[in-house]
Nanobody, 126 residues
C-alpha cells in the first residue's frame, strides 16, 4: 500500500521561502511519478510540480517555474518542494500526490493521480 506523508507548511511573508517534504512508502516498482498539487479556497486543485522516479524528469506549473524546485532523496524515500520568492497567490493547502506510471502533471487533472497524502497549509502574507 502506497502511503504519503506531507509536512513543512506554515506562515511566511511574501518573498520568503518554505520547504515541503513528502515521505513516501509502498511503491513496488520504479515506474511512478510523485509531486504536489495545491488548492486555494474556492478554486480547483492545481498541479504544481512532480518528478518521475524512473528518469528524474521534473515538471512545473508555469505559475511556479523559476521559483519552486522539486527534488527526491530516494535513500530517504522523501520528495521535497523548495519554494522561494513566495507570493500571496501561493497560499493554499498543498497535497503530496503520486501515480503509477509517468507524470501526468501536464494535464493538470488530480483524478489522474492514484495516491494522496494529507494536506499541509501554506500561507503567504503580503
Amino acid at each position: 500500500e502506497v502511503q504519503l506523508q506531507a509536512s513543512g507548511g506554515g506562515l511566511v511573508q511574501a518573498g520568503g521561502s518554505l520547504r515541503l517534504s513528502c515521505a513516501f512508502s509502498g511503491f513496488t516498482s520504479d515506474d511512478y511519478a510523485i509531486g504536489w498539487f495545491r488548492q486555494a479556497p474556492g478554486k480547483d486543485r492545481e498541479g504544481v510540480s512532480d518528478i518521475s522516479r524512473s528518469d528524474g524528469r521534473t515538471i512545473y506549473a508555469d505559475s511556479v517555474k523559476g521559483r519552486f524546485t522539486i527534488s527526491s532523496d530516494n535513500a530517504k524515500s522523501t520528495v521535497y518542494l523548495q519554494m522561494n520568492s513566495l507570493k500571496p497567490e501561493d497560499t493554499a493547502v498543498y497535497y503530496c500526490a503520486a501515480r503509477d506510471g509517468p507524470s501526468a502533471l501536464y494535464y493538470n487533472d488530480a483524478d489522474l493521480y492514484d495516491y494522496w497524502g494529507q494536506g499541509t497549509q501554506v500561507t503567504v502574507s503580503s
